[in-house]
């Protein structure tokens, strides 16, 4: 699809190209001769002209190589902080690539140009201010014996990594119960919690809870204040 540029030389009259041998309308005197785009091999012809006379025409074959393709996969889901894997890939062998990403919001990492590895190992960072999932595309061309294939497009869906957002409860009377709500920033799709066996507490330890709210009543057994630990697994 790209032009070719063809330049004559060798003689100090004007040039004619031709896509025919013999007789036929000239297509051009310019010298270079820029094609139009072509997408099959072609063949021209070009004579010069020095004092009226014409020389015979010389033929030029024009090589169409074919344009390479991006083949490997077009989208990832990764979670912030979890470094990329992805190889590229085409459909000519000996093909290379360039590629690109431009700064992101919601990204922290700022944008990288002019990069031609033919594989992508960025750690992208997730600090979208919502926890939500950012989408990040890279650019990638490829070239086989200097000829750029279409632009290919990576997406990349980077999940923010969650984290508990409900407050610290507060103290609680002895036989009460907490009635703690479980909130989190970001994509959580299960969790569970626990609670160890903790000295002065008479309740006996939990594990694999999957409630949002806590609502156990935990017994003191003693007159001092004790402090009962909950782990969140997600």
């Known amino acids: 699809g790209q032009s070719a540029i063809l330049t004559a030389s060798g003689s100090t009259g004007t040039y004619t190209w031709y896509n025919v041998p013999v007789g036929g309308t000239p297509i051009s005197q310019n010298n270079p001769f820029p094609t139009t785009p072509l997408t099959i091999n072609r063949i021209y012809y070009v004579e010069t002209k020095v004092n ?10 024009v090589v169409v190589m074919p344009s390479p393709s991006v083949t490997s996969g077009n989208s990832d889901v990764v979670c912030s902080g979890t470094a990329l894997n992805y190889t590229m890939t085409a459909d000519q062998p000996g093909t290379t690539f360039s590629w690109d990403r431009p700064a992101v919001p919601g990204i922290s990492n700022p944008a990288v140009t002019g990069q031609t590895t033919s594989s992508i190992t960025e750690t992208l960072i997730n600090n979208d201010p919502n926890g939500a999932a950012v989408n ?57 919690w626990s609670r160890a066996a903790v000295d002065g507490i008479s309740n006996v330890a939990v594990t694999g809870q999957a409630a949002s709210t806590i609502k156990e009543v935990l017994y003191n057994t003693t007159t001092d204040p004790i402090e009962v630990t909950y782990m969140f697994n997600f």
């Open 52 to 61: 009226d006379c014409t020389s015979a025409r010389t033929k030029v074959d």
């Open 136 to 192: 990040v595309t890279y650019n990638i061309t490829p070239y086989s014996n200097g000829c750029p294939g279409h632009v290919f497009n990576y997406t990349v869906t980077v999940n923010a990594l969650p984290t508990v957002t409900s407050l610290p409860p507060g103290p609680v009377c002895n036989g009460t119960g907490t009635n703690y709500q479980i909130q989190f920033r970001g994509q959580v799709t299960s969790f569970n």
